[in-house]
């Protein structure tokens, strides 16, 4: 992890989470992996959340369930305010991959007050499938960090082109009316997609602003400019709505024509 990122990165937190994760599954633990903004050079104490994959053997019983989630939800009191997120996923879609990706739990601040509320109903209905999990282990086997366990190239296969690219359209494929409420990660994630469908990058968001800086419109490089600036700073996003919609419309017909 590179040093200006080590100097703002919750380290005690994250052993913490680690030690846990080693004391609820035990032997059925295979790895604790990080991934995200905080292996990419791009984590931010006041915007960034703490990403990470916990791989298991075999299934995890219930009652193991409700443990883990009670102890990482204690733990999420003290994340930066973005709080963790991650998901529980077997081996065995890990290598070789398979998509949509199943995964046996999840958690992020969004769920919260569901598992709050009813602990039980979480238990039992948060699992299934979930195809962003195939632009998480890209991420992975690109910048991960192994926090515990065995080593990235062990445990995650190689993600398929297509699979990819799916899970990564999918995650702006409303981006011409979600740009309005979340202007900053629509613009930035459409310049990342843009730039792995043109050239094969896998980047961050940063990196996928920074990119569309030196090569889209220069006519957009004031709104991604300040994306951008919003990202790695405290301030806000300050362009004007339209100005967002009309970058967020050429963007996806863009990718459209491209994946």
């Given at each position: 992890?590179?040093?200006?990122?080590?100097?703002?990165?919750?380290?005690?937190?994250?052993?913490?989470?680690?030690?846990?994760?080693?004391?609820?599954l035990g032997e059925n633990l295979t790895g604790?992996?990080?991934?995200?903004?905080?292996?990419?050079?791009?984590?931010?104490?006041?915007?960034?959340?703490?990403?990470?994959?916990?791989?298991?053997?075999?299934?995890?019983?219930?009652?193991?369930?409700?443990?883990?989630?009670?102890?990482?939800?204690?733990?999420?009191?003290?994340?930066?305010?973005?709080?963790?997120?991650?998901?529980?996923?077997?081996?065995?879609?890990?290598?070789?991959?398979?998509?949509?990706?199943?995964?046996?739990?999840?958690?992020?601040?969004?769920?919260?007050?569901?598992?709050?509320?009813?602990?039980?109903?979480?238990i039992q209905k948060m699992q299934g499938t979930?195809?962003?999990?195939?632009?998480?282990?890209?991420?992975?086997?690109?910048?991960?960090?192994?926090?515990?366990?065995?080593?990235?190239?062990?445990?995650?296969?190689?993600?398929?082109?297509?699979?990819?690219?799916?899970?990564?359209?999918?995650?702006?494929?409303?981006?011409?009316?979600?740009?309005?409420?979340?202007?900053?990660?629509?613009?930035?994630?459409?310049?990342?997609?843009?730039?792995?469908?043109?050239?094969?990058?896998?980047?961050?968001?940063?990196?996928?602003?920074?990119?569309?800086?030196?090569?889209?419109?220069?006519?957009?490089?004031?709104?991604?400019?300040?994306?951008?600036?919003?990202?790695?700073?405290?301030?806000?996003?300050?362009?004007?709505?339209?100005?967002?919609?009309?970058?967020?419309?050429?963007?996806?017909?863009?990718?459209?024509?491209?994946?």
């Amino acid at each position: 992890m590179e040093q200006k990122v080590l100097e703002s990165f919750p380290l005690k937190l994250l052993s913490q989470f680690t030690e846990m994760c080693r004391n609820v599954l035990g032997e059925n633990l295979t790895g604790v992996y990080l991934h995200g903004s905080a292996v990419m050079g791009c984590f931010n104490l006041q915007k960034s959340d703490l990403d990470l994959i916990i791989v298991v053997n075999d299934t995890v019983p219930d009652a193991e369930k409700l443990e883990f989630m009670e102890k990482a939800v204690t733990l999420n009191k003290e994340a930066p305010s973005m709080g963790f997120e991650w998901s529980v996923v077997k081996k065995g879609f890990c290598k070789p991959f398979v998509y949509p990706t199943p995964y046996e739990l999840h958690f992020s601040n969004s769920h919260l007050n569901w598992f709050q509320q009813n602990p039980t109903d979480y238990i039992q209905k948060m699992q299934g499938t979930d195809k962003d999990l195939a632009a998480h282990f890209t991420i992975i086997n690109h910048y991960g960090k192994t926090l515990f366990g065995e080593e990235i190239r062990e445990v995650f296969g190689e993600v398929p082109k297509e699979d990819y690219i799916n899970s990564i359209c999918l995650d702006v494929e409303n981006a011409c009316t979600d740009v309005v409420s979340n202007p900053v990660y629509i613009i930035l994630n459409l310049c990342r997609v843009l730039a792995y469908l043109q050239g094969g990058l896998v980047l961050s968001k940063k990196a996928g602003g920074q990119w569309g800086m030196d090569n889209l419109s220069a006519t957009y490089r004031p709104l991604i400019q300040n994306a951008l600036a919003a990202y790695t700073g405290s301030g806000e996003f300050l362009s004007p709505p339209e100005n967002a919609q009309a970058f967020a419309g050429d963007m996806a017909a863009k990718i459209e024509r491209l994946k």
